[in-house]
């Protein structure tokens, strides 16, 4: 599979960060009876806490911009990943601006604006709400897409309703 775009991490994975944000968890490394091998340097973390990001870990001091080189771990809890290169929020932003258009509004999003994705569509947090009644969809609500709109669980069983169950499934789940 060729990868055209951005690596994706993030613990949450409904509510991503636009792009390639990832985010960098530190976890107490007290018990070490499961040693890890630090993704920068390759050896053991011993230390006490240790960094988790991209699916790999990472001593405290080894996880850093590849632009600027500071310590990811000490400016927050998220980096982001693209073109092979590990990056803090400003050099991404610097470099890569913003990510694209919402589907449902055509506005621009930010690279650092939090969205919503569905059937590979992007969309603003607050535009990522039903057609019908305007409730705006959250993690765990079900929703349908016809011809480009968004539609509730409870406004999409009106549209089966109204269709006879013509074929149309609510398959989707804000996750």
């Known amino acids: 599979m060729e990868n055209k775009g951005p690596q994706f991490d993030n613990i949450t994975a409904t509510m991503q960060q636009q792009r390639a944000q990832s985010v960098v968890s530190t976890t107490n ?29 990472w001593h405290t001091g080894c996880l850093k911009c590849t632009c600027c080189g500071a310590q990811l771990g000490e400016l927050g809890p998220s980096c982001f990943s693209k073109g092979g290169m590990i990056l803090c929020k400003k050099d991404y932003l610097r470099l890569f601006g913003n990510s694209g258009a919402c589907s449902s509004c055509g506005q621009s999003i930010p690279a650092s604006e939090l969205v919503m994705r569905a059937q590979g569509n992007v969309y603003h947090q607050k535009c990522f709400a039903c057609t019908s009644c305007h409730n705006q969809l959250v993690p765990g609500d079900r929703f349908l897409i016809v011809n480009g709109n968004l539609f509730c669980e409870t406004d999409h069983l009106k549209i089966l309703r109204a269709n006879n169950n013509t074929g149309i499934r609510a398959r989707n789940k804000v996750c």
């Open 29 to 57: 490394n007290n018990n070490n009876a499961n040693v890890r091998s630090c993704a920068g340097c390759g050896v053991k973390i011993m230390d006490r806490f240790l960094l988790h990001a991209l699916d790999r870990y």
